[in-house]
Each structure stands twice: as structure tokens, then as C-alpha cells.
């Protein structure tokens, strides 16, 4: 393995409070000393927070007042010495401690990954919980980070290792019989047959959860739509609890669509408030703006339509774009609908309009936003139905397990011929092998090149 030490971010280049870097492998006493002195590498003990002032090695500057711990292999993240920095938060300070400890000789960047690569080649984590990690960090609601979590703790592994060890305790069964041939010991071909019936059943079934990476662009969109004026991006800025948006009593204030992200319970969301959509565009910049809303609705999770509760023309357009909806575009088909300003005497709801899916909302007093984000959580995150169970998000594992399925199917077709052991040992082989590079036991540079290339540095 690569004796260098490498140096890290661990948080992203800007400002904050406190940054964080990670610094691995077996120069990490010597980059104490260099930083803090001798006497703090000779009373250096591991898991233990020191606060310390770190000094440019070649000029004995300051850098700046900090906190340090250091992590003695094997217990570390990576299984290597590890030393943690927490300097003050500034990318100036950042990249003057980062420099510095490059300059000491034997320590280099590190590549993206490059911590968690380490951790596997040093049997940390396997390869489903080396990739799960990115996982962890990308994962854009609950649901999915709750899988992350449950593939880091290795509930994957454990059932491709069950798998594995079924696959091993037959093969070894048939290579007794292999070696024994000549005593004609029966093979116990049904046996198997209803064996591997069941590991392709599993196999199947882990296949089949398969539902791709994490992604954080992969944000569920709702999108507000409505006639002018109807309290639109009144109900963004009260969602967001706070002025974002232009707000004003003239309709047609928003011309173009504005995204905004929001937090549900579930995760973060894109909100998108739209121009008004009236009957007739009043000009062309108008009918613009209004063929912009149309086309973003086409791409929404969920469409909320806002009527506006206190005039009873803007709700007429309302239910003439509801009615227009229900007729013939499916575009404008609302999932939601909110009826604005209820806190105005005059905002009663029409009571010919009975929507299932509607609620009476205030952006002045706040009344009816919980019940509204209750409603966008509960559309935008639907619940799983395998809740408790795992899916599986890297094409590379699905891969393998495309192959490992694949070399079952051959068995079975081999058990069904009474075929020569030999061959079905050869072919049980090959699952086992497919299985084993799932969790890592059999790896190629080039896989692990390839899984750990898409990390961010520092991890
Ligand atoms: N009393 C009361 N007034 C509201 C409420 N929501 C919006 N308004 C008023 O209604 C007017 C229009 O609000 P906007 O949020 O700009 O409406 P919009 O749907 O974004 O309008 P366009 O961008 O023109 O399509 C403004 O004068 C708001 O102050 C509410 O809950 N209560
Ligand atoms: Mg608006």
C-alpha cells in the first residue's frame, strides 16, 4: 500500500465557525511535532483534544489557535495513525495549515476517496459499506438516509455473506464428490437444485430493490401555481419564513418562475413560485411568462393551485383553470389546493368548490402552513413499503449480483441435466466469486479506481 501520508478538508473552502482537517498515516507524529513542537508529539495520546497554536514549520509563524486529536492505528477511520485539526473556520487559515503540513516531507494531498480506500485496503469497512458512505453524505431525504445508514452498518454485507456461505457449503459438498468420484457417492442434485432455487430467489429480491444513487439535484419539485394576485409568492415567503420573494398587490408582480429549497420533515424540497395564469395574456411578455409556468408545472412532483380566497373573479379564474384542468390538461390538474388569505372576512371558500385535497391557508397569520407542509411531506416523501428493508443504490453491485444471478440460473439448468461435477463445482465457482466482489473479497485496482474516484476529497 502507499506509505504516504495524506492531508485533507475535511469541510468544505468558506467561511464558517470551525473547519476540519484529516491528516493519515505513519508521518502523523512527525506533522505534530513539526506544527506544535516537540514536547506536544512526546505527550501526544490518542483520542485526546488538545488545544494548541500551530506554527508554520519552515517559518515559525502562526497559523492559528486550535484544537488537534490524534487516533493511534488501528483505531482510527482509516486503520492508520490519524491526526484531526479544527482550526478556525477562515479559507485563509485552511489553506496556510493545509500548505504547512505539505511541506512536511512524506505527506502529499490526498485523491478524492482516498480516506475511505484506506479504510478498506486496512479492513475497516467492506466495499457495500465503503460505498455506502458517499450515501450518507448525499442522500437528499430520511428515507434514503436511513438506507445509507443501514448499508453502512453492514446489512448488506451480512445477507451476500449468508448467500456466499451457502454457495461455499454446497460447492465444498461437490468437490468431496469430485475428489471421491471413484467411490460413486451420490450427488444430491434435488437438494441443491431446491438450494439454489432459494439464493436465486434472493438474489432476485436484492436485485429488484436496486434504486440508484443517492442525489441531492434529485430534489422532489412542488410547484405553487394560480390566476394573478392569488397570494402565490405571499405563500412562498410564509413557507420559507422569510421576505425572499417579491410581494405586491399589482397581479403579474412575478414574471418569472423563482426556485426556492425548503425543509419538510422527510427532506429538502424545490419550491417554485410561477407567474399568474390568466384567461388571457394582457401582452406578450405576459403570455411568456405564462407558457414559462405551464412548462415547469410539467416537471412537478406536485402541483399546488392557489386561489385567492378574498376575490371572488380571481377564484372564478381559479375554477375556471380547475375546471379548465379537470376538462382537458392534464398539465394543470392540481394535486393541492389552497385557498388564500382566510384570515380577510370576506375569503370563505366557494362552497360549490369541494376539492378533496384543499385547505384554507393565511400567509399573514400563518394559519393552515403546518397542515400545508404536512401535506406537501406526506405527498413529496411517500412512504416505502420496505421500510424496515435495504435497497441497493451502486450499478457496480448490481452488476455483480447480474452475474452472480446469471451463474445460479447456469446451475440450476446444469442440476436439472445430472451434469458432471465438475462443471457445476466450475459454475458455483463463478457465483461465489461474483458474490465475494459485492462485499470487496475479490477486488481489482481498476474497481476500486472507479468506486472511490467519485468521492469528494477528504473522505
Ligand atoms: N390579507 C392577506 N393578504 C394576502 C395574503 N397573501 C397575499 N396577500 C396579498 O395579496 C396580494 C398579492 O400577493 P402575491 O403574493 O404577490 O400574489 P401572487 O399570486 O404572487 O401574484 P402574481 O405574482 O402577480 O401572480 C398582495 O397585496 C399580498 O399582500 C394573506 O394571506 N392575507
Ligand atoms: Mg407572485
Not at 464428490?177 to 467411490?183: G, T
Not at 427532506?267 to 395564469?277: P, Q, Y
Not at 384554507?360 to 411517500?382: H, V, W
Request: with cysteine; glycine share 6%; aromatic share 6%.
Amino acid at each position: 500500500m502507499d506509505s504516504q501520508t495524506i492531508v485533507a478538508p475535511m469541510t468544505p473552502m468558506g467561511v464558517s465557525a470551525v473547519a476540519a482537517l484529516r491528516v493519515s498515516g505513519t508521518h502523523v507524529r512527525d506533522v505534530v511535532r513539526r506544527l506544535f513542537g516537540d514536547k506536544s508529539a512526546e505527550k501526544l495520546k490518542p483520542r485526546e483534544a488538545c488545544l494548541s497554536t500551530a506554527r508554520d514549520p519552515q517559518t515559525g509563524k502562526i497559523i492559528d489557535s486550535l484544537l488537534y486529536i490524534y487516533f493511534a492505528a488501528p483505531n482510527s477511520y482509516t486503520g492508520e495513525d490519524v491526526l484531526e485539526l479544527y482550526p478556525h473556520g477562515n479559507p485563509l487559515i485552511v489553506r496556510d495549515l493545509l500548505q504547512a503540513i505539505r511541506s512536511i516531507d512524506g505527506v502529499r494531498l490526498a485523491e478524492p476517496g482516498e480516506y475511505t480506500r484506506r479504510a478498506f485496503l486496512n479492513g475497516k469497512m467492506d466495499l457495500t459499506q465503503a460505498e455506502s458512505v458517499a450515501d450518507v453524505i448525499h442522500s437528499a431525504n430520511r428515507a434514503e438516509l436511513e438506507n445509507a445508514h443501514r448499508l453502512l452498518s453492514g446489512a448488506l454485507s451480512k445477507k451476500i455473506a449468508t448467500l456466499t456461505t451457502q454457495v461455499k457449503d454446497i460447492s465444498a459438498r461437490l468437490e468431496l464428490d469430485v475428489d471421491f468420484a471413484e467411490e460413486e457417492a451420490d450427488p444430491d442434485f434435488a437438494g441443491w437444485q431446491e438450494k439454489f432455487e432459494n439464493i436465486r430467489e434472493s438474489i432476485k429480491s436484492i436485485l429488484n430493490s436496486f434504486r440508484g444513487k443517492a442525489n441531492l439535484s434529485r430534489l422532489p419539485l412542488a410547484v405553487l401555481y394560480g390566476a394573478p394576485n392569488a397570494g402565490k409568492s405571499s405563500l412562498v415567503n410564509a413557507l420559507l419564513g422569510e421576505d425572499r420573494v417579491l410581494v405586491s398587490n399589482v397581479p403579474g408582480t412575478t414574471r418569472d418562475f423563482v426556485e426556492v429549497r425548503l425543509f419538510l420533515d422527510g427532506g429538502e424540497i424545490r419550491l417554485v413560485d410561477t407567474a399568474g395564469i390568466a384567461e388571457h395574456a394582457t401582452d406578450e411578455l405576459d403570455a411568456l411568462s405564462m407558457k414559462k409556468s405551464r412548462e415547469i408545472l410539467e416537471e412537478a412532483d406536485m402541483k399546488i393551485l392557489v386561489l385567492d380566497g378574498n376575490n371572488s373573479v380571481a377564484q372564478n379564474n381559479g375554477s375556471v383553470i380547475l375546471s379548465e384542468a379537470q376538462a382537458k390538461s392534464k398539465n394543470l390538474k392540481p394535486d393541492f389546493v389552497v385557498v388564500s388569505k382566510c384570515d380577510l372576512k370576506t375569503a370563505t371558500p366557494n362552497s360549490e368548490f369541494r376539492i378533496p385535497n384543499s385547505l384554507c391557508i393565511s400567509s399573514k397569520t400563518g394559519a393552515g402552513l403546518t397542515e400545508l407542509k404536512r401535506a406537501m411531506n406526506a405527498t413529496l416523501f411517500k412512504k416505502q413499503d420496505n421500510q424496515e428493508d435495504l435497497w441497493i443504490t451502486s450499478e457496480r453491485e448490481k452488476a455483480c449480483l447480474e452475474d452472480a444471478l446469471a451463474g445460479v440460473d447456469r446451475v440450476l439448468d446444469l442440476l436439472h441435466k445430472n451434469p458432471a461435477v465438475e462443471l457445476l463445482a466450475f459454475e458455483m465457482q463463478l457465483v461465489r466469486r461474483a458474490l465475494q466482489s459485492i462485499t470487496g473479497e475479490i477486488s481489482s485496482e481498476d474497481i476500486l479506481q472507479s468506486i472511490f474516484a467519485g468521492f469528494c476529497i477528504g473522505k
